[in-house]
């Protein structure tokens, strides 16, 4: 079969994205340094699969490591890269630790690829590069910004990285740039699974819901929306991870006649933040604790994507509304509360 490196594979988008290669036919290699992900994860893939994927604990900024893992496996087919820190928060307190981690991860990759020809590279990249959006929907040939933290600066950088090295090789890229990955697998066997206090809405709701938390903060009523709260275009985690399958093989298909294209995987409709609580809250029963707090820095107040590039090239649309978005999430949260991830 067709092997596919899948870095950051145990971590939350890599690992639905690993279901999806797998029910696609393709071999996934899952190298991924744990720093943010739980390797029990590989086992509940492969109760859902069916086949546990190969999984390696390498660091991408390990060098002499990826260089060995690329002699054991130079016969890649291509390389979906989602091993990165994530958070804005993080990001802003410890920029050294995101540039570092995930340019000099992006470098180390690349450098690999390029010594052992792997053709194809799909990069998980981020709505944050646009900003606050001048025009909404946001498409694909609007103006990048100034990004608003490191972690999406190194977002922004690395999709120049990979632009200028396509360009200058046999490479071809697909930058995915996504906006609000949310929800769980149906089955309830993985999810988000974040470390500490969740900085993101979905799980901090899912926690407030079970109790973990007691009470959800909503960040903002006085912006210039509907409700005052900040509007997002949240999509299920399985539609995104869909995505990059049928990108891998509009790239496998040689369909992609460009080195570089770039990609919104949205919904292509926005929701406020108290849409989404009301939304969870039908769907799960449960009405959360809740009061409105002060805007959070670095927040921007609405945007959602223009989809019609990558229903149109990737022949690709989300097929999941809110309320599945939301029930999945409540059952990954209840699993959670049963152990899941002990057993
Ligand atoms: C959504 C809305 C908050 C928590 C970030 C990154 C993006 C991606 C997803 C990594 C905002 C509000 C949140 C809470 C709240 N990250 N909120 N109370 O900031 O849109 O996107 O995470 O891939 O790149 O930028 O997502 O879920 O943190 O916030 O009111 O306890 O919910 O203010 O308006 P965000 P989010």
């Known amino acids: 079969m067709k092997k596919i490196l899948v870095t950051g594979g145990t971590g939350y988008i890599g690992s639905h994205t690993v ?5 696609s036919g393709f071999e996934p290699l899952i190298i991924d340094n744990l720093s943010n992900s739980d390797p029990g994860v590989v086992d509940l893939i ?14 991408l900024c390990d060098l002499p490591a990826m260089q060995d893992f690329f002699k054991r496996h130079h016969d890649l087919e291509g390389v979906i890269h989602f091993a990165a820190h994530k958070s804005v928060g993080e990001s802003v307190k410890h920029p050294l630790k995101y540039y570092h981690n995930n340019l ?9 690829m ?15 590069v646009y900003g606050q959006p001048d025009q909404l929907p946001v498409t694909e040939n609007a103006p990048v910004q100034q990004a608003e933290s490191p972690y999406g600066n190194t977002k922004r950088i690395s999709e120049e990285i990979i632009h200028d090295t396509a360009k200058a090789s046999h490479l071809k890229a697909i930058s995915l740039r996504y906006f609000n990955p949310i929800g769980a697998h149906e089955s309830g066997l993985i999810g988000e699974l974040p470390i500490g206090v969740p ?6 709701i899912t926690q407030t819901a079970i109790g973990k938390r007691e009470k959800l ?5 006085d912006y210039n929306t509907p409700d005052g709260t900040c509007i997002r275009d949240y999509i299920h985690v399985s539609d ?6 049928v990108a891998l093989q509009r790239m496998t298909g040689e369909d992609s006649k460009q080195s570089h294209e770039i990609f919104n995987l949205g919904t292509g409709r926005g929701y406020s933040v108290l849409e989404a609580i009301r939304t969870f809250e039908q769907v799960s029963g449960v009405e959360l604790n809740r009061e409105f707090a002060g805007r959070r820095p670095g927040d921007i107040e609405q945007v959602w994507a223009d989809t019609t590039l990558a229903n149109l090239k990737l022949g690709w649309k989300a097929e999941k509304g809110l309320e599945e978005m939301m029930a999945s999430a409540w059952k990954w949260e209840q699993n959670l509360a049963t152990g899941i991830m002990n057993k």
């Open 217 to 221: 903060m909503v960040f903002g009523n």
């Open 19 to 23: 279901v999806e290669i797998q029910k």
């Open 46 to 59: 492969g109760r859902i699969t069916g086949q546990r994927p190969l999984f390696e604990q390498i660091d």
């Open 114 to 128: 390029l010594t052992h020809k792997t053709a194809r590279i799909v990069f998980s990249s981020s709505c944050t």
């Open 199 to 204: 900085d993101n809405l979905i799980p901090f």
């Open 240 to 245: 995104l991870a869909r995505a990059h399958v």
């Open 104 to 112: 000099g991860g992006l470098f180390h990759l690349l450098q690999c």
